[in-house]
């Protein structure tokens, strides 16, 4: 079964300083990697993903994520963090395996940035 | 429109009342998703549609719960004699037939169960 593990419920981190958001997932065969990110009442917008070739996948806004496989981890970072970048973040998988069209989400990591 | 749209934007209803949410995905995707997201909650998938294949319905939480898509475009999802439990965000999402792509989102449904 395919799972994804956001162990942070919420990262503080002050304006200008470097941001992480942690991810971890559990898919069986070759994982497609994604970040959505979800502001006050509004859908979830997409930042980034990873589908193969190079680990350090950039996105969005400043963002990137390195992908690597032997921990099974996805991390979401940005060198410079803004306060406009607080929001809710969410990891989400598929497996490459055909048949496995769901995409599943983790729990999600409330980023606020303090100026 | 340029993107996913979805109606209502809120739906307050009673307690065994049905209701029906609708989204338009992206004109020319063929993959659409229901996800709810609960309040304080992530994201719980819902169903999939593929083309003209056979949905995945393996998310749906109850028989009460049932979603169709009609000539390939408009989905509505209907929930039957709702429960207090139901009250959530319904959130759709498109995507292009390729299987790297990414889901488009909504805005979401709210619903508020009595």
């Known amino acids: 079964a395919q799972s994804v593990a956001q162990p942070e419920d919420q990262v503080n981190v002050a304006e200008g300083n470097p941001l992480t958001v942690k991810c971890t997932y559990s898919?069986?065969?070759?994982?497609?990697l994604f970040w959505y990110v979800q502001y006050p009442n509004r859908g979830l917008q997409f930042l980034l993903k990873?589908?193969?070739?190079?680990?350090l996948v950039k996105g969005s806004y400043g963002f990137e994520a390195e992908f690597n496989k032997s921990q099974t981890s996805f991390h979401l970072k940005k060198p410079s963090a803004l306060v406009s970048d607080s929001a809710l973040y969410f990891c989400?998988?598929?497996?490459?395996?055909?048949?496995?069209?769901?995409?599943?989400f983790g729990t999600g990591t409330r980023l606020l940035v303090s100026p | 429109g340029a993107g996913v749209s979805q109606s209502p934007s809120n739906k307050v209803t009673e307690k065994g009342k049905d209701v029906e949410l609708r989204c338009d995905p992206i004109?020319?995707?063929?993959?659409l998703y229901w996800y709810r997201q609960s309040l304080g909650q992530g994201l719980e998938f819902l169903i999939y549609?593929?083309?003209?294949?056979?949905?995945?319905k393996s998310g749906l939480p109850s028989d009460r719960f049932s979603a169709e898509r009609t000539g390939g475009s408009v989905s509505t999802l209907t929930i039957q004699r709702t429960q207090q439990e139901d009250s959530a965000v319904y959130l759709c999402?498109?995507?292009?037939?390729?299987?790297?792509?990414?889901?488009?989102f909504g805005e979401g449904s709210r619903l508020t169960v009595l």
């Open positions: 989400a998988v598929r497996s490459m395996n055909t048949g496995f069209q769901k995409l599943v």
């Open positions: 898919v069986s065969g070759n994982p497609y």
């Open positions: 990873y589908i193969t070739g190079d680990n």
């Open positions: 004109s020319g995707h063929t993959a």
């Open positions: 999402a498109s995507r292009t037939s390729g299987e790297a792509g990414e889901l488009f």
């Open positions: 549609f593929q083309g003209n294949s056979a949905p995945d």
